[in-house]
């Protein structure tokens, strides 16, 4: 008998890479990829590994193919950014074994700092891609992909987006397949990417795509639901279910779950007849685009309309109020409530957040400009801090700081000070080879490493500072200050980010040098789950509550500046919850009255 089980699509992607045979999966965390990582390093007959990052991550997959084991790599879509570099080359030389790579992509914007369509990577690197639709197709999908890969000597990726990652479907639960580790050959010509070599494997590339063309209009992934309209939808991915719940049975559906090469002569044999057809895609016109050049561009309705204005937006997520208005004109009917009594809930740095003293400190500094980085303490750029004046990728802070720096000081008379602000997660990720060109190039700016022993904004992973792999095992802690010495800084101060005193006077200190200095904050996270040698660094971490004195609070709201989101006013004095405060003391170092205790 059948066994199904209600998942979610990283729960589902997770279980096709068990029931593939996978001995091997890697992994940055990032949402919304991260959780497929997780729940791989929950079968024990995987090796499953966060990598420094998502370069380290395909490259380390890419090892373990060569080596004959089925493996995996995921990551967001910046990842995929950082993992290019091999991907490109992967992508001539296939694996040993079958090498399967994710990307989440994220329309919307939901927590990234772009919108871009990672299908682009497929078609760029000549790599044959998936678009599942639900959590049944991600298994179905992931399983398919070992295949295929094994077949063509190729790696495949696959393309999911927020939606079909943290969306829930029925899955059938079905055993795994052992696959015994192919035996490893010597293959120089294959493996050892010279242009003489590689050359030769480009050839083979074009090869492989001619077959998989051939596939793509003829497989289970792509298919036509004829409804006897003259009124068609192609869609891939989950903007196929958006789609239906518009369109319902009045329109044909062209479903395209593979989706490079694209099916071009089914998509020709669909348009022939049709009045009208809709390109539901997300997020560029990828499909639109190959819909045109088939010569439909006059019964095309996708991002642009016929006659070239807009019809869908340019982004976003294309949920099905977005199609139905773009389609009828019409918006969605919701009860009409009042809107002046709705609450904004901006994100905000936690109750006992190591970062707010740190940023506190840190926004009131007039004499600096602040570099920051991916991660919780972006927050850092909002009120009441206002602590952070750009950021653009991980490990970009350090460079970005050194950048302006090195620009400020060509002008004469500058006084102002460079502050490049990560984490410790992204420190590792790629602020290491940042922070070696500042010594390199003789650069001054001054560089903040926020550790607070986890990897924070993505759900707390493990990192190589906490102590733990990604299956729970104890491993070596790799410490910060050493790496940074190493690194050759000499001027290196390890602080606690809640003494804003000693915070202040570091920023003094670091701000007195002419020559690079790094700053390392060092606090557990407030919801970390503490490990022993946490404990006996802190062994009352947390454990303490504030209260205000109401005699004396004036109501000043001073202590609000500390962006704690546990004080309130009530009655024009300072109240601080007790269920959410844990003691950091914070707002008692800047209240000008002592009225908290």
């Not at 279910?241 to 044999?269: C, Q, W």
């Not at 002046?340 to 506190?360: E, Q």
Request: charge should be neutral.
């Amino acid at each position: 008998m059948s066994k199904q089980q209600l998942m979610t699509g990283n729960e589902a992607i997770a279980r096709g890479v068990y029931e593939a045979g996978v001995r091997f999966a890697a992994a940055y965390p990032g949402t919304p990829s991260t959780e497929i990582l997780e729940n791989i390093a929950t079968y024990k007959e995987i090796s499953a590994q966060w990598s420094p990052n998502e370069k380290v991550a395909l490259e380390v997959a890419f090892g373990a193919s060569i080596g004959g084991a089925r493996s995996f790599a995921s990551m967001k879509h910046v990842g995929l950014n950082v993992a290019a570099d091999p991907f490109f080359t992967i992508a001539y030389t296939g694996g040993n074994a079958g090498l399967v790579v994710v990307t989440a992509d994220e329309p919307g914007q939901h927590s990234s700092q772009n919108e871009q369509d990672n299908r682009n990577y497929a078609r760029h690197a000549k790599v044959p891609m998936f678009e599942p639709a639900d959590s049944s197709e991600c298994k179905a999908m992931t399983k398919f992909a070992f295949e295929m890969s094994e077949k063509h000597e190729t790696p495949v990726l696959i393309r999911v987006t927020t939606r079909v990652c943290h969306s829930k479907s029925l899955v059938e639960l079905e055993p795994r397949q052992e696959k015994e580790i192919v035996p490893y050959v010597k293959n120089a010509s294959k493996y050892v990417c010279v242009p003489a070599n590689a050359r030769v494997r480009r050839a083979e590339v074009e090869k492989r795509l001619d077959a998989l063309k051939a596939y793509s209009n003829n497989c289970e992934w792509n298919t036509i639901e004829d409804n006897g309209k003259d009124v068609g939808v192609i869609a891939s991915g989950m903007a196929i279910n958006y789609a239906k719940e518009v369109f319902g049975s009045d329109a044909n559906y062209l479903k395209i779950g593979f989706s490079y090469p694209l099916p071009m002569t089914l998509m020709e044999n669909f348009l022939k007849g049709l009045k009208k057809v809709y390109i539901i895609e997300e997020n560029d016109e990828y499909i639109e685009d190959a819909v045109k050049m088939l010569g439909f561009k006059h019964i095309c309705y996708g991002k642009y309309a016929p006659d070239g204005s807009r019809f869908l937006p340019a982004f976003g997520e294309l949920t099905s109020d977005v199609i139905r208005k773009a389609v009828t004109g019409k918006d969605v009917v919701v009860p009409s409530y009042d809107r002046s009594k709705v609450v904004g809930r901006p994100p905000a740095l936690c109750a006992g957040c190591p970062h707010r003293g740190f940023f506190y400190e840190l926004g009131k500094r007039k004499d600096v400009i602040v570099s920051g980085d991916i991660g919780c303490y972006t927050l850092g750029f909002a009120s009441p801090y206002n602590a952070m004046d750009c950021n653009c990728c991980m490990g970009a802070s350090i460079s970005g700081a050194n950048g302006i720096q090195k620009v400020l000081d060509m002008v004469e008379g500058n006084k102002k000070r460079v502050v490049g602000v990560l984490g410790d997660s992204t420190f590792f990720h790629s602020g290491m080879t940042s922070l070696l060109d500042i010594v390199y190039n003789k650069g001054t700016a001054i560089s903040v490493i926020l550790d607070n022993r986890i990897t924070g904004m993505t759900g707390h992973q493990q990192n190589p500072g906490t102590g733990f792999t990604a299956q729970g095992e104890p491993t070596e802690i790799v410490d910060i200050e050493g790496i940074v010495k190493a690194l050759g800084i000499k001027n290196i101060r390890v602080i606690d980010p809640n003494d804003l005193k000693l915070v202040r006077e570091t920023f003094d200190w670091a701000i007195s040098l002419n020559e690079p200095s790094v700053i390392i904050t060092r606090y557990p996270c407030v919801l970390k789950k503490m490990s022993m040698h946490d404990k006996n660094e802190w062994p009352n971490v947390y454990q303490n509550r504030c209260k205000v004195d109401s005699d004396k609070c004036i109501g000043c709201k001073a202590c609000l500046r500390s962006g704690c989101p546990a004080i309130s006013l009530k009655d024009k004095k300072a109240v601080i919850d007790d269920t959410m405060c844990v003691g950091c003391t914070v707002c008692k170092q800047i209240c000008p009255k002592a009225a908290i205790n």
